[in-house]
């Protein structure tokens, strides 16, 4: 007998999640749709968090669509605040950390990534942050506002956002990265140099080469013997899968959940997009699962 695919569960509702719910409506899916995201908010722009969210204190929250819409207009049920912490690909149910469970014909797993953290940083006293969520950016905001000294760990697109929107507000700013250029996996020596320059004539401060050892409550230490004075740290050095759903599935999920070119994880009728899923790339030359 056919199964029927009239439930459909989608766990990790920023981005891919919301994208992917719109477009199953959009192409003409009947069946119930269940969001559940572990934030506290309807999906929202990420990008924003280290652009128009820190430029302006009154700059709005961008969500993909109000709360409302999505259960009035599209008839999408959105369970914020909930995180799915199991999976049980037999009975096809996925449960939250609050007790409830939720049945599923077909699962997309949408968890994205969290930031990778830096131990060296932990329990020494100095405040340090993480650039990923509406909070972490409102924080970062009150920081600017207040004019502190930022430290910031990573030379990377969102360290050197965050270094630009401080500095522009009046923050000493110093962006500490373990390469001797900016950007130097993706750009040319030449491009560096401009990023880098245009980031000094806003009075950014760069310090090269050199990687986070320790810290006071008042400064960082690096591994070329320089204390940078700071009242705040942003870290910015990358991310890691959320995969713990995954992990419970027994799928493979160290660099990525691993998908087919069409998003299938190897269990039947459970998916994966956005940051977390690991797909095949004709380009970078990944195999297909
Ligand atoms: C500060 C910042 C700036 C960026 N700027 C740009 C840019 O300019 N251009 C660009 O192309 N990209 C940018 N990005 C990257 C872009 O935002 C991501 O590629 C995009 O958000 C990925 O979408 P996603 O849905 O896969 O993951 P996310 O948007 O991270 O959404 C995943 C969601 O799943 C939730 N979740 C995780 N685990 C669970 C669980 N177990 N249960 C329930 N919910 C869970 C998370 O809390 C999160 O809300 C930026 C990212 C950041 C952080």
Known sequence: MARTMNDIVIAGAGQAGARAAEALRARGFKGSITMIGEEPHPPYERPQLS??????????????KQAADWTRTLDIRIETGAA?????????????????????????LATGTRPRRLSALEGAGIEVQYLRSVEDALRFRRHIQARSRIAIVGGGVIGLEAACAAARSGCHVTVIESEERLLARAFPPLVSALVADRHRSHGVTFVFGATVTGSTSRSVNLSNGADIAADLVLVGVGVTPSAELAVRLGLPAAEGIAVDACGRTVVPDIFCAGDAALQWSRCHGRAPI
């Open 51 to 64: 652009k128009s969210l820190l430029q302006s204190s009154d700059a709005p929250v961008a969500y993909i």
């Open 84 to 108: 799915a912490i199991d999976c049980d690909a037999d009975r096809r149910i996925v449960s939250t950390a609050d007790g409830r469970d939720f049945r599923f014909d077909r699962l997309l």
